[in-house]
């Protein structure tokens, strides 16, 4: 009678432990999951750009015995942008007019990538010497279209870039990518000379892929 108390005991005792084991292991999952929600970072606020991993490649087209265009990257040299309930809000983008860099393939011993390099900082094209930033600040937001003022060599028009997306990460990033088209002739970039001038398009893309941390 003894012996079977005692195993009676030990099975009550087993059970016991095994349901405290289950309690402690579902408060764990719990405590897990609302630090998860404590980690998550607001949408609103300042987001500073980070300059290496946000890019803008540029195209530009030109008319000779072929039609054909001539791409490339610009850096942006700083920026911030700010939000509210996940809607861009306002913002500055710099863009370092030193860093044209072109990627096609348009070119030849007699006419290297160097040539147009030279010739878009020219005072015909961009005068980056005598102004060696481009400047897009954000005014408003209609959706993900970001209304605001680009100011080239010194002349300001509105323009506005369509983003295809603008997201805000659990871990503190905003990432937005977005095209513009800007007319060249509205900023004095333009060769002197009509002829040379003419076969060149006035139409300007810009692509953004930006990334951004929060302040």
């Not at 990627?103 to 160097?114: C, K, Q, V």
């Not at 680009?150 to 990432?175: A, L």
């Amino acid at each position: 009678m003894k012996k079977t108390q005692l195993f009676l005991a030990f099975i009550a005792a087993g059970a016991l432990m095994t349901s405290c084991a289950g309690e402690t292991a579902h408060e764990g999952e719990e405590t897990t999951t609302e630090t998860s929600e404590e980690v998550a970072v607001s949408s609103d606020g300042e987001w500073v750009i980070d300059t290496e991993k946000s890019t803008i490649t540029w195209e530009g087209g030109t008319a000779g015995a072929q039609v054909y265009a001539h791409t490339g990257t610009l850096k942006i040299k700083e920026g911030k942008i700010t939000s509210a309930d996940n809607m861009v809000t306002g913002g500055l983008i710099i863009v370092d007019m030193s860093s044209i860099n072109p990627t096609d393939e348009n070119y030849s011993e007699e006419h290297p990538a160097s040539d147009l390099v030279g010739h878009l900082s020219s005072p015909d094209f961009f005068d980056v010497a005598n102004n060696p930033t481009a400047t897009f600040a954000i005014k408003e937001a209609h959706g993900n279209d970001i209304h605001g003022t680009m100011t080239i060599r010194g002349t300001s028009n509105e323009e506005h870039i369509q983003f295809d997306m603008i997201n805000f990460t659990p871990e503190g990033e905003m990432t937005g990518e977005g095209m513009m088209e800007f007319n060249r002739q509205n900023y004095g970039v333009a060769w002197k000379h009509y002829l040379k001038d003419v076969i060149l398009a006035d139409g300007i893309q810009l692509r953004f892929n930006i990334v951004a941390k929060k302040a």
